[in-house]
Structures are given as structure tokens and as C-alpha cells.
């Protein structure tokens, strides 16, 4: 079965720091472009980061540059995303797909607040 | 960043009944590979987003044929030949042309 599973999601408070996992299951990985997408509760879809099938090339949304990174290991089929700095406004679900949004996880909640 | 606007925001729909959604970007979508990177998705109501459609007309695995794209340039339309329940949820256009990806606002569908 084809499946992306998100973990590390929880509360933090402003500033605090919270790395991200996604582990891939059912498709060769190392093949595929890979995204975070995040959601603000009751909001739409923001895209956060891709990186390239080798880690070689890795792009961001100018709100999280030089606080996020996001990197993968194709040999443990996973994908991260380290997030320092953490704002309120980071608030949401953060889903891990490919890059062409054909497979999705279940998203996990990342809440910022005191 | 190339603006995706999607309209209408809300559409309540009669179970049966046609709806279409329109999403037009601020700039052509056409890559320099002559592809143009724009899908549909959807989001039932509790669930991770789903793709529908994918380089404007293409429908993804699984996906009834009821649901059809189309388009170019900067003016795209999903199209919902007969509404039934289960299409119930926001449904989002994405441009996948040039970082950084953006999104519509989503539509909301809703039945009558």
C-alpha cells in the first residue's frame, strides 16, 4: 500500500525548535520530488518546502527561509523537516506528498503558543 | 508568486446537478518544458487533500469521470458533471509551474 505517515507534530512554545518526520511506504521514494504542506486551522493549503529526489536542490516559502529546512534519507525512505524559531503563525497541519501532490499523509498538528 | 484565484468561494449544489469551479493565476502556467503545471484537489471534510486532476485535463487514478478539467494559460475550470454526496468538501486549484508552489483559497462545495 502506498502511504506517506507524518510524526513529530505537538506543542511548542514561540521560538522553540521541532523536527518532523514522513516515512514512505509502497513507492520508490528515492524517485520522487517530495513537499511539506501545511494548513492553518480553518485555512487553505500553503506550500512550505520541496526537495529534490537526491537532496541536491531544496526550495522554500519565503516565510520559513532560514528557519526550516527540510532534507530526506532515501535509504530509511524518509522525509524531515527541522523547524526552528517557531512562530504562532506556524501553527497548522503539515502534510508531507510528492511534489505533484499524487500521494498525501495524514498530516500532523504542530501548535506554537505559551 | 504567482496568485491563484479561485471563484466561486462557496457553491451549493443540488444532488445531480452540474457545478464547475473557475481558478485563474496572475500569470501563464505554461512551463519552459511546454507542460502547464495545474491540478485540482480536493478536501473532504477531516482528510488530507486529494488529487483530481493534474496538468489541467488529466485525470488522476481512481477518480470518477465525472470530474473533468480544463484550460490554459491563466484561465482553468474543474467541472463536476453530476454532483453526488460524496463530492461534498473544498476543492483547491495549485500551480506547480514556479517556486513557490502556490494554492487557490478553495472552494467550498456544499449540497442544497
Known amino acids: 500500500e502506498v502511504q506517506l505517515v507524518e510524526s513529530g507534530g505537538g506543542l511548542v512554545q514561540p521560538g522553540g525548535s521541532l523536527r518532523l518526520s514522513c516515512a514512505a511506504s509502497?513507492?520508490?521514494?528515492?524517485?520522487?520530488?517530495m513537499s511539506w504542506v501545511r494548513q492553518a486551522p480553518g485555512k487553505g493549503l500553503e506550500w512550505v518546502a520541496n526537495?529534490?529526489?537526491?537532496?541536491?536542490?531544496?526550495y522554500y516559502v519565503d516565510s520559513v527561509k532560514g528557519r526550516f529546512t527540510i532534507s530526506r534519507d532515501n535509504a530509511k525512505n524518509s522525509l524531515y523537516l527541522q523547524m526552528n524559531s517557531l512562530r504562532a503563525e506556524d501553527t497548522a497541519v503539515y502534510y508531507c506528498?510528492?511534489?505533484?501532490?499524487?500521494?498525501w499523509g495524514q498530516g500532523t498538528m504542530v501548535t506554537v503558543s505559551s | 508568486d504567482i496568485v491563484m484565484t479561485q471563484t466561486p468561494l462557496s457553491s451549493p449544489v443540488t444532488l445531480g446537478q452540474p457545478a464547475s469551479i473557475s481558478c485563474r493565476s496572475s500569470?501563464?502556467?505554461?512551463?519552459?518544458?511546454?507542460?502547464?503545471?495545474l491540478s485540482w484537489l480536493q478536501q473532504r471534510p477531516g482528510q488530507p487533500p486529494r488529487l483530481l486532476i493534474y496538468?489541467?485535463?488529466n485525470r488522476f487514478s481512481g477518480v470518477p469521470d465525472r470530474f473533468s478539467g480544463s484550460g490554459a494559460g491563466t484561465d482553468f475550470t474543474l467541472k463536476i458533471s453530476r454532483v453526488e454526496a460524496e463530492d461534498v468538501g473544498v476543492y483547491y486549484c495549485?500551480?506547480?509551474?514556479?517556486?513557490?508552489?502556490?494554492f487557490g483559497q478553495g472552494t467550498k462545495l456544499e449540497i442544497k
Open positions: 509502497g513507492f520508490t521514494f528515492s524517485s520522487y520530488w
Open positions: 506528498a510528492t511534489h505533484a501532490f499524487d500521494i
Open positions: 496538468k489541467i485535463s
Open positions: 495549485t500551480q506547480a509551474t514556479q517556486f513557490p508552489y502556490t
Open positions: 526537495i529534490k529526489q537526491d537532496g541536491s536542490e531544496k
Open positions: 500569470q501563464s502556467l505554461v512551463h519552459s518544458d511546454g507542460n502547464t503545471y
